[in-house]
């Protein structure tokens, strides 16, 4: 269905529509338009061309290997790549490659963009291909606006999450042999064509960012593209002023494991920094909520968290499902999901004599996958060799921890509808007085005479 009357010549099919090949050529006119150097045929576009044109979208390397990217493209009865400057068809084969095209046409422009030489590419300059490339889609969504309401970590050089992402992605590339090697001699190694067109199929966000790069550095309204399922909305209560403890890239990479239906949303439930150190404070606020992402970081600054994929509820017994998981964002990035071995998913209970009070997730009484203690500021992580429940490691840095951060946030749509919450009770506005009674077992009169919630 695609335009393959375009100005791309008869050798080489477009995969864009008419309406999308007509923004692809207005591109291209616009770039074909900027001061070019004198050697520069009036039908191609230069680097200093992308370079006037981008101003400061995208970090300068990733705006060079664009560039080397689109003129090292070999087009059927044409002389062999790389050319001088940019040609229509070398342009709109790169575009229609990299945002329309399979995972082999999209491994063939990524070789262009990863080493102008012919031949296998060496695993270290894969590896800096896939930092600059993190580390442009966070820079353009942040020039553009577009981070939702997350706010970038300011201080030198690359933000941290940006090279563990990075290093995540990097790993799902399978290196043929090279489990062999120690770490250092297996960035030496040789990746060819069939490697990283495996690599693109293994790892979908390699394709999601290169798209980004070019739709918002570029700015290409008419070629869709939804940011929701990739950055959610941010919602703190109120507005106020409050720095979460996961940076942009570990957004994306957590949010990225949600089912879809909740990915475009996130609210703020609670924040030790904003709600206080208080376990009461911890249950009013995160009961009967709908799913939930939580976060901890501790001490020595490792972060690390889990999703429940149900409400929250205070009780003695475990709950939850098997779509729950176990992450960790730092110092590196994984995800652990149940193994079908027990239903311990999640576990919520206070004011017991006899079993722990505290919130968990995976594992057993006394040896959670991740725990946080009733004394608040408390917890562990216990995994010897694997939680059971996740086949998670430990998380922290210690076994048994120390944290100052907590938050937890709602994801996806809010359970309820406006009118529900203007039809709250005074107990339910006061989390810390709802938690208490639940706390003492004392009953909620008013509970099961106001519309439930649908979700809860």
Known sequence: MGNSRSQSGPRFCSQFLPAEQAEIDGLFDALSSEKQRPDTSPRSFSLRAVKSHLGEALPPEMVTRLYDGMRSLDLPGKAKAPSESVSREQFTMFMSHLLKGSSEEKSLVIMKMISATEGPVKAREVQKFTEDLVGSVVHVLNYRQELRGWTQKRGPGPPPGVQVLAAQ????????????????????????????????????????????????????????????????????????VFESILDVPSVIYVNAHLPRERRHRWHLLFSSELHGHSFAQLCGRITHQGPCVLLLEDRDGHVFGGFASCSWEV???????????????????????????????????????????????????????????????????????????YHSPQLSAQEDFRFEKMEVWAVGEAPGSQQAQRNRSVLAVDPEAQALLEIIGRPRHSQGLRDVPEDE
Request: charged share 20%; net charge negative; proline share 7%.
């Open 169 to 240: 992605l990097f790993s799902e590339m399978e290196l043929r042999g090279s489990e062999e090697l120690p770490g250092p001699q297996q960035l030496d190694r040789d990746c060819d064509r069939a490697v990283i067109e495996d690599w693109v199929f293994r790892a979908p966000h390699v394709a999601t960012f290169l798209s980004v790069v070019i739709h918002r550095g570029f700015l290409l309204p008419r070629l869709s593209l939804d940011l929701a399922p990739l950055v959610p909305e941010r919602h703190v209560d109120q507005e106020r």
């Open 315 to 389: 009780k003695p017994q475990f709950q939850g499902d098997d779509r729950c998981f176990l992450f960790s964002t730092s110092p590196r990035m994984a995800v652990y999901t149940s193994t079908g071995y027990n239903d311990h998913y999640m576990y919520l209970n206070h004011g017991q004599q006899t079993i722990p009070n505290g919130l968990g997730m995976g594992g057993q009484h006394n040896y959670f996958g991740l725990w946080v203690d009733v004394d608040f500021g408390k917890g562990h992580s216990k995994a010897k060799p694997k939680c059971t429940t």
